[in-house]
């Protein structure tokens, strides 16, 4: 894990989400998700979003949409069911 950033104000929420889906145990961890993101430097509204998990607003902070995607499979969620997520998300 590496929660140094680039430079990239979006670097930060994209891999925590990037590192978060290549862990073995990746779905136990969400459920743990604050020891987790402790490991990265997050500005408070990544850290709220990603906590939330505020699907749309991932979006908004710049998070990549196929992350988020992953992010948001990771919960335990099915497939057909983000668009609508996405829709009714804060």
């Known amino acids: 894990m590496s929660g140094l950033s680039t430079g990239s104000p979006r670097y930060a929420i994209n891999r925590v989400m990037f590192d978060l889906s290549r862990q073995p145990n990746a779905r136990a ?19 709220k979003a990603l906590l939330g998990p505020e699907w749309s607003r991932l979006l908004e902070l710049g998070a990549l949409p196929n992350l988020v995607y992953r992010y948001y499979m990771l919960h335990g969620l099915t497939p057909g069911t983000f668009p609508a997520a996405i829709a009714a998300s804060p």
């Open 29 to 47: 961890l969400v459920a743990d998700k604050e020891a987790f993101l402790a490991g990265y430097e997050l500005r408070p509204e990544e850290r």
